[in-house]
């Protein structure tokens, strides 16, 4: 079965420096997602992607946060100064109008900021 | 503001047993999609049912099923004869029909299975 992919699986950073989270969506699938999730908190949107641009983005994607598609099957979540805050489980997921708007979710990557 | 509310943030069931999470949700809009997710200590997010809310028959998954009340935006997971391996963390949500909109989430509700 067809699934999302996600690199790395955890990573340690130190406050200030920048860090690329990488996701390989579904091959097929046209709609590209970020979600992030606190430790011991819900699960949050960050932002959505659909036609190499994006189409919806939540109050906590700021100005250090940036995505991009670089070529046909990579998708990249870019955090640009990181902060003690930003430490979290980040979630890339993809659907497409096929799959009936299901979600389909990565394992995710751990992000510790020291 | 769409929310969703998972009122019960600990449940715990015997082996064997049923038990059934609680999910409520708001929203204005009348087409939608709305989901169990389960999270287990590995931090994955796993699909365990779905249902349309077009649909009145309510979806079943093997030992899962739902139990969809529309009117009264209701949304709760049920899930049969419940094995060691059901133990996780539950997240309902929901998503918007007709457009590539974000799932919303519940807070979730820790499942502990008892043997």
């Known amino acids: 079965e067809p699934e999302v992919t996600q690199t790395p699986s955890h990573q340690v950073t130190q406050m200030g420096q920048e860090v690329i989270l990488r996701c390989v969506p579904i091959?097929?699938?046209?709609?590209f997602y970020w979600y992030r999730q606190i430790l011991g908190q819900k699960v949050e949107f960050l932002v959505s992607?659909?036609?190499?641009?994006?189409?919806?983005k939540s109050e906590i994607f700021d100005d250090q946060f940036s995505v991009e598609r670089p070529d046909g099957s990579n998708f990249t979540l870019k955090i640009r100064s990181t902060k003690l805050e930003d430490s979290a489980m980040y979630f890339c997921?993809?659907?497409?109008?096929?799959?009936?708007?299901?979600?389909?979710f990565g394992e995710g990557s751990w992000l510790t900021v020291v | 503001a769409q929310t969703v509310t998972q009122s019960q943030p600990e449940m715990s069931v015997q082996e064997a047993e049923t038990v059934t999470l609680s999910c409520t949700y708001d929203?204005?809009?009348?087409?939608?999609?709305l989901f169990w997710y389960k999270q287990p200590p590995s931090r994955q997010m796993i699909l365990v049912i779905r249902?349309?809310?077009?649909?009145?028959q309510n979806a079943t998954e093997n030992r899962f099923s739902v139990n969809f009340q529309k009117a009264a935006k209701s949304f709760s997971l049920k899930i049969s004869d419940s094995q060691l391996g059901d133990a996780a963390m539950y997240f309902c949500?929901?998503?918007?029909?007709?457009?590539?909109?974000?799932?919303?989430f519940g807070s979730g509700t820790q499942l502990t299975v008892l043997p």
């Open positions: 997921a993809s659907t497409n109008r096929d799959s009936g708007n299901t979600i389909y």
């Open positions: 091959s097929n699938h046209l709609y």
């Open positions: 992607f659909y036609n190499n641009e994006i189409s919806e």
């Open positions: 929203t204005s809009e009348s087409d939608y999609y």
């Open positions: 249902q349309e809310a077009y649909k009145q």
């Open positions: 949500a929901y998503i918007l029909v007709g457009s590539a909109r974000q799932l919303t």
